[in-house]
């Protein structure tokens, strides 16, 4: 089969996901369009080599409904061939739209594609979309269905993570997060955002706050303990899926859950020829891509699955990955996982993650993507997997290898 | 056109006057007849130009309508799922028809079509498919009774309100408090309903009929809100409104804790709200019945009719009192101690309406049944349930005493001193020293024999056991036990008394424990004997919870104390001497009792850790290092399967023995005495309901895997080689 390479990776930084945040007055399509724009430019490509545009957005409705990715490229100045798709896979929207452009291309559909994706959380908030079938009795019954803070939790009682572990998980992630930022790790990738008269209204992650600690942490109320315990009491229905415990420990809240930001993603993907031909360097190989489907209750565990998953058709096991990239939904996510995968805390997450800057649903897994492909560079590694935990019991990851 | 369950007069004003009266009925039900009738007289209505509109109102004094004939549904024979699908929709079908004058929702809504005015006079309880008849009505006017209730119930038997109720009462209601009406069955009263908008109009009982009249002569052209153009559904509704979409998802969280997810009617309930909720009113009324139709098809609905509504009401009416005695006029009690027990008997007594007259010891004693009471309507009172007054009233009729000649004109003894048979023996002597030589001595005892008890009594023909449960004023159920010489006025006599204090009465036979003692001990220690062999105790209390038991057995037993547990086996281990078989629990029990001193909560500590005011905290971490855990933890179903069949093969013993002597008193026994599972009928309805063959089978299962204790009686073994069943198939 052809392989799939990629090229190049452009990302926003992410605006705080609220009124006042810095992108709030830019509207997706915009963004989008930036994001776009830029990674197409920089490889000096006039945009008619790109062939195909796969682009994740969770709540698709409002502006950001419809095809984004159709509108965006046509915003960006790409001639009218370039065609798009818009993805949601929740969470893993933006993972699984570069491997919708690396399938793409792997089959011989297309020699040249972008996978990406956006989220203006500020601008068309979570759950705009209504929720589907998750509202329905039938599904409820059947699955017991809850939120995903009370999944949280429960992945943090079910393996024994204490307030005090989930706490110093997320201070590490905003350590490591400003010391990336403050040595330029993100360099490569980032692109500032540009305002309507050319101004740059944005070049870093707003969210950050280096300086959070245990204390600052520890002041923090659990945010789904009301909901879990009192009105509507999601702990019982969690229960019935997990009668081994007793109750379920509220140790999540906004300061170890990933923030609520605004953003944009994009990663060139290609086969050997494309780059041949356009004078492009490939710097990774996507080795192998996986998608899986897990407990829907419990629903954030996904990612260790999908790991085995890719890691098996790879032929590889973990000891092969030399960093790994998880997308900080909730502290207790990352900390399952390594304890599943055995994986060390220096190996994953090095340069922070969502807790400290943002989780801009639709765009994320692009996003970490190419921060795990920049830190494979600026570190010499060979090999990295980046994964993500999804709604409704689900987890993709991707494996890449530098070439 | 005459018809035979109600009358129809037309005035001067063309309006009809539809006055339904079940002949034969103390109370209107949607029964066969009417609902063959009813649908005529809709066409009349449509048809007949002389009729210019209707009032429905209701002949029975005893109320407007109650709902659907259970009995009747219980028995509905349909031979196909369509066809149960057309008996099921007949009703909406109908009622829809009156809603829209036999228009299209589409003539309506452009405004042209109008339906002729129907309304309704509740002259008294409208519950079920009569609230149904009144929502599908233009106009509700309700008498000013606050006693009338208001309400959809059938939650309460497995089933959902299959008239429309689903449909109609959150489309003027909104859906958050229809379905806090709808699933949890309990009904309103006029001035609730007026302020929520469920009838437009109060009015003193003799004018409701003039003042419906009234509104239908005013409104020629009539047409139900949801049939008007613009109608918005209030509160919001649909899968994309930010105000519903919260609202569906609690109410299915909310309902699953509740359920656990073991009552269909639950979910389909909430499945007609979600649903119907995005859809045109015809379309969501063809939706509900096909959810009805599920319900009926399915066993749950069939077995909590026939249990919880059928068996239960004939085993209240005294179907198992005997024929041929004259009801036994009770005026006043003779309660045989103060205690815990006897404060209890004294208080439903006096609720009753019956005068008591306690006795104990000292006049210390004595008082504390009063005090009893007193606090109980104390409570009641500042909360604004009861007048002052009517708790004066109530106090009034107990009469503390220490003097037995003070209970020389009573009617009734109910003894119910210290368990012990020297004290009984006195107590018994001393009274019947001054009673009427006709009065029945009923003694109320969990562990002593009725038969050993009557040899103290002069006239043992007049003895009886009753088994009240604790607290009395709470739990439902009462066992009534025949001694060897009790006589059939004894027993008349205690279903007469049970008649005035409207608790569910089984006959048990006197054995020890009677029937729920025999099956309740084994249940429990079974969740122990799980604890000893490692099997995690939150495990243990969820899948106990997940049955659809009220509490876990280990919170339980925290409860009744291990204390008390321990004490019975010690007795019963006194009592048999050689003949006495270990369950596995007694050095569990030493343990825990003896050595920890975790004998249950009002000791402080018990399989949970409690704070100083008695609250339940966790389960003791401690209990790991006396029993380890397993490593490979049985599943929930295996542990759910355990805790479930040790109290059907109990509840078999016992039938195979005839300590109860037919599947309704089991089935009522062990819903009503210790919580078994509502939504199974019973031990024996969900025997029934598995199979007997399939009973047998699992239950030797278990008896493989865990001990003999789990091997069914050999009566069962035969009638699953026969096939037979215990109720009739339905």
């Known amino acids: 089969m052809t392989e799939a390479y990629i090229y190049d990776a452009v990302r926003s930084p992410r605006g705080k996901g609220k009124s006042d945040g810095a992108l709030h007055e830019i509207t997706a399509l915009n963004l989008s369009a930036q994001v776009l724009g830029s990674v197409r430019d920089r490889n000096g490509l006039s945009g008619e080599e790109i062939e195909d545009v796969a682009f994740g957005t969770v709540s698709p409705v409002g502006e950001q409904g419809a095809v984004i990715g159709r509108m965006a490229v046509l915003q960006a100045g790409y001639p009218e061939t370039t065609s798009a798709i818009q993805v949601n896979r929740f969470c893993g929207s933006g993972l699984e739209a570069v491997n919708i452009a690396a399938a793409k291309v792997k089959s011989g559909e297309t020699d040249l594609a972008i996978g990406g994706g956006v989220e203006c959380m500020s601008r068309v908030p979570m759950g705009s979309d209504g929720v589907g079938g998750m509202a329905d009795p039938q599904l409820a019954f059947q699955e017991y269905l809850v939120p995903q803070g009370i999944s949280a939790d429960l992945i943090a009682t079910k393996y024994g993570y204490s307030r005090d572990d989930v706490d110093a998980y997320a201070v590490e992630s905003q350590k490591r997060a400003a010391k990336a930022w403050d040595e330029g ?33 520890g002041a923090l109320n659990p945010a789904f303990q009301a909901m879990g315990e009192a009105m509507p009491g999601f702990n019982d229905v969690a229960l019935i899926r997990h009668p081994e415990l007793e109750k379920i420990n509220h140790v999540h809240h906004a300061g170890n859950s990933s923030g609520i930001v605004d953003g944009s993603a994009a990663v060139l993907v290609g086969n050997k020829d494309a780059g041949d031909k356009y004078d492009m360097k490939p710097r990774a190989r996507i080795v192998s891509m996986a998608s899986i489907g897990s407990e829907p209750t419990i629903m954030l565990t996904g990612p260790e699955f999908a790991a085995q998953k890719a890691l098996k058709r790879a032929g590889m096991d973990a000891s092969d990955i030399d960093i790994w990239e998880l997308n900080e939904a909730f502290a207790a996510v990352v900390l399952r996982f390594m304890e599943a995968m055995k994986v060390d805390h220096s190996e994953i997450n090095v340069n922070g993650g969502a807790i400290a800057m943002g989780h801009p649903l639709g765009a994320t897994g692009a996003m970490i993507l190419g921060t795990v492909l920049d830190e494979m560079e600026r570190t010499n590694k060979q090999t990295a997997l980046s994964t993500l935990c999804i709604g409704g019991g689900m987890g993709i990851a991707t494996i890449i290898e530098r070439v | 056109m005459t018809y035979k369950t109600f009358t129809v007069d037309i005035d001067s004003d063309g309006i009809a006057l539809v006055t339904i009266d079940l ?14 009738e009813f649908p005529k007289f809709v066409d009349e209505l449509i048809s007949n130009d002389d009729i210019k509109g209707a009032v429905i109102t209701s002949g029975k004094k005893s109320g407007f309508l109650a709902g659907a004939d259970l009995n009747m549904l219980g028995s509905s024979a349909a031979s196909t799922t369509a066809e149960a699908f057309e008996q099921a929709f007949a009703l909406n079908s109908t009622l829809r028809r009156m809603e829209t004058g036999g228009n299209t929702a589409k003539d309506m809504l452009k405004g042209g079509a109008h339906a002729k005015p129907v309304a309704c006079a509740i002259n008294g309880l409208a519950l079920g498919g009569g609230l149904e008849l009144a929502l599908a009505c233009h106009y509700r006017v309700c008498a000013d009774n606050p006693k009338i209730q208001l309400g959809l119930p059938e939650v309460q038997v497995g089933l959902l309100p299959g008239g429309g109720g689903t449909q109609r009462l959150p489309r003027l209601i909104g859906l958050q408090a229809a379905g806090m009406m709808i699933m949890q069955g309990k009904p309103t009263n006029p001035a609730a309903a007026l302020a929520q908008g469920i009838i437009h109009e109060i009015a003193p009982a003799d004018e409701i009929v003039t003042k419906a009249k009234e509104w239908v002569k005013a409104n020629p052209k009539a047409a139900a809100p949801w049939d008007k153009k613009g109608f918005k559904f209030p509160g919001g509704a649909g899968s994309m409104d930010p105000r519903a979409v919260p609202m569906y998802m609690g109410a299915a969280a909310i309902a699953l804790k509740q359920s656990k997810g073991n009552y269909p009617a639950v979910k389909a309930i909430l499945s007609c709200l979600y649903e119907g909720s995005m859809l045109p009113i015809d379309t969501a009324l063809r939706v509900e019945s ?16 026939r249990t919880l509504f059928v068996n239960k009401q004939a085993a209240e009416k005294g179907a198992a009192r005997p024929e041929g005695i004259p009801p036994l006029e009770l005026k006043t009690v003779g309660v045989l101690g103060a205690g815990l027990m006897g404060s209890g008997i004294t208080h439903v007594t006096a609720k009753g309406g019956m005068n008591v007259i306690v006795l104990d010891r000292s006049e210390e004693d004595a008082q504390k049944a009063v005090d009893y009471t007193k606090k109980i309507l104390d409570k009641r009172v500042s909360r604004g349930k009861m007048t002052q007054e009517k708790a004066d009233a109530f106090l009034a009729r107990i009469t503390p005493t220490t003097d037995y000649n003070d209970l020389k004109d009573v009617d009734l003894i109910i003894e119910a001193v210290f368990e012990n048979p020297e004290v009984k023996a006195d107590v018994i002597k001393k009274t019947e020293a001054v009673i009427g030589k006709d009065v029945i001595f009923a003694s109320n005892t969990s562990t002593l024999p009725i038969t050993g008890l009557a040899e ?33 006025k004894a027993l008349a006599a205690a279903f007469d008394y049970n008649a005035r204090i409207r608790k569910t009465p089984i006959v048990v036979k006197d054995v020890r424990g009677f029937f729920t003692n025999r099956v309740f001990p084994p249940y429990v220690n079974e969740a122990m004997l799980m604890v000893t062999e490692g099997i995690k105790p939150a495990l243990i209390e969820n899948a106990a919870l997940h049955l659809g038991m009220p509490i876990g057995p280990l919170a339980l037993t925290d409860e009744t104390t291990l204390k008390l547990g321990y004490d019975i086996m010690q007795s019963t281990k006194e009592a048999l001497g050689d003949a006495y078989v270990d369950n596995g629990g007694e050095a569990f029990l030493d343990l825990m009792v003896n050595q920890l001193g975790r004998s249950g909560r009002r000791f402080g500590k018990g399989f949970y850790d409690y704070d100083d005011n008695g609250n339940r905290l966790d389960l003791w971490k401690g209990m790991e290092e006396h029993y380890p855990l397993l490593e490979d933890q049985p599943s929930v179903e295996e542990v759910k399967e355990r805790l479930l069949y040790i109290q059907l093969i109990a509840t078999a013993e016992c039938y195979d023995e005839e300590v109860v002597s037919d599947p309704q008193s089991a089935d009522l026994g062990a819903i009503f005495g210790w919580g078994f599972a509502p939504y199974t009928g019973g031990p024996i309805s969900y025997i029934d309901t598995v199979g007997v063959d399939s009973f047998v089978r699992t239950a030797d299962s278990l008896a493989q895997r865990h001990g003999e204790r789990f091997s069914p009686p050999q009566s069962f073994r035969d009638m699953a080689d026969k096939g037979e069943t215990f109720y009739k198939a339905a």
């Open chain 2, 290 to 305: 096909k959810y009805f139709t599920q319900l009926l098809s399915g066993p749950v609905a069939r077995n909590m009719i």
């Open chain 2, 23 to 36: 002949p034969g009925q103390s109370m209107n039900v949607w029964n066969g007849e009417l609902m063959a």
């Open chain 2, 456 to 488: 103290n009594s002069e006239r043992p023909d007049q003895f009886i056991g009753l088994h009240f449960f604790s607290p009395v004023e709470k739990m439902p159920l009462i066992e009534i036990i025949p001694g060897e010489k009790t006589g059939d």
């Open chain 1, 185 to 217: 790790r993100f360099e490569k990738s980032i692109l500032p955002i540009v305002d309507v008269i050319g101004e740059t209204i944005l070049e870093t992650d707003e969210l950050m706050r280096p300086q959070t600690d245990m204390q600052s942490l």
